[in-house]
């Protein structure tokens, strides 16, 4: 689908260096690709849209890290509220790649930290390691490449500067164990990136078209649909699994 952003007024780098909201409150919705250029036209007198080189939409290529038996993954899965995932991050068209470390807290904050990183498929350089082991249980040795998610990202800046709203599409999921790859082409993720007291117009917009928030974690979800379930648990992602195939077929590769 192409969407229509021309009609956003764009925003920089350079001005949103100040809203980069690494310590935030988040709320995901996903919702049928369709629907987006609806709320896109509500959005328009609300939010400025990044742009650079003239480009309006960027490609994500993300690589996320765990244990050899998966223990963020079933931290998350089994609940818990303080919880973290490593990953590297590529911005494609910059030829940027970070390595981050996202935490969440038991008040619902999510924190992220990252620094340069040379490659996507790799953390064993000395800063990344130092990094790693400042921050997390974990170092290098034990953290091994899990899942790739690749998707198209639109980011939506709100008018007085106070959230972030990125607008994720095209996704898929390829394992580096199995190698099977899922893409989930009529699919939009939405999340809000926002301080704690701050306004959110997009949340009016979407009440009133009914799209309620649902929790979801691309890492998990990506790797219940490519994973062997003798060695991951799948149980308390099977409901979402069921509503997201009831928006998207799940095409595989």
């Given amino acids: 689908?192409?969407?229509?952003?021309?009609?956003?007024?764009?925003?920089?780098?350079?001005?949103?260096?100040?809203?980069?909201l690494m310590k935030r409150i988040d709320k995901k919705f996903v919702l049928p690709l369709s629907r987006l250029p609806d709320i896109l036209y509500e959005l328009r007198p609300e939010y400025y849209i990044q742009e650079i080189g003239e480009k309006r939409t960027f490609n994500y290529s993300t690589l996320y890290y765990d244990t050899c038996d998966y223990e963020m993954y079933k931290t998350h899965q089994n609940g818990k509220l303080n919880r973290l995932?490593?990953?590297?991050?590529?911005?494609?068209?910059?030829?940027?790649?970070f390595?981050?470390?996202?935490?969440?807290?038991?008040?619902?904050?999510?924190?992220?930290?990252?620094?340069?990183?040379?490659?996507?498929?790799?953390?064993?350089?000395?800063?990344?390691s130092l990094f790693l082991c400042s921050?997390?249980?974990y170092n290098c040795e034990i953290?091994?490449?899990?899942?790739?998610?690749?998707?198209?990202?639109?980011?939506?800046v709100n008018k007085t500067k106070?959230?972030?709203?990125?607008?994720?599409?095209?996704?898929?999921?390829?394992?580096?164990?199995?190698q099977k790859h899922v893409l989930l082409p009529q699919m939009?993720?939405?999340?809000?990136?926002?301080?704690?007291?701050?306004?959110?117009?997009?949340?009016?917009?979407?009440?009133?078209?009914?799209?309620?928030?649902?929790?979801?974690?691309?890492?998990?979800?990506?790797?219940?649909?490519?994973?062997?379930?003798t060695k991951i648990k799948i149980?308390?992602?099977?409901s979402k699994i069921r509503k997201i195939h009831k928006i998207t077929p799940f095409e595989y590769e």
């Fill in 1 to 20: 689908m192409n969407l229509d952003l021309h009609a956003f007024q764009s925003i920089t780098l350079e001005e949103m260096k100040d809203i980069r």
């Fill in 85 to 97: 995932k490593v990953r590297t991050r590529e911005y494609v068209e910059s030829n940027l790649c």
């Fill in 99 to 128: 390595l981050e470390i996202k935490t969440k807290s038991n008040k619902g904050m999510t924190k992220k930290i990252r620094i340069t990183n040379e490659r996507p498929d790799c953390i064993s350089y000395n800063e990344s």
């Fill in 135 to 137: 921050n997390t249980p």
């Fill in 143 to 156: 953290l091994e490449g899990k899942l790739w998610t690749y998707y198209n990202r639109v980011t939506l």
């Fill in 162 to 178: 106070t959230e972030r709203l990125t607008i994720d599409y095209n996704l898929s999921f390829r394992n580096e164990h199995t």
């Fill in 188 to 229: 939009a993720i939405i999340e809000i990136k926002r301080e704690q007291s701050s306004y959110s117009p997009v949340t009016k917009t979407l009440q009133h078209m009914r799209i309620r928030p649902k929790g979801l974690s691309k890492y998990c979800l990506g790797t219940a649909l490519t994973e062997s379930h």
């Fill in 235 to 238: 149980n308390k992602l099977k």
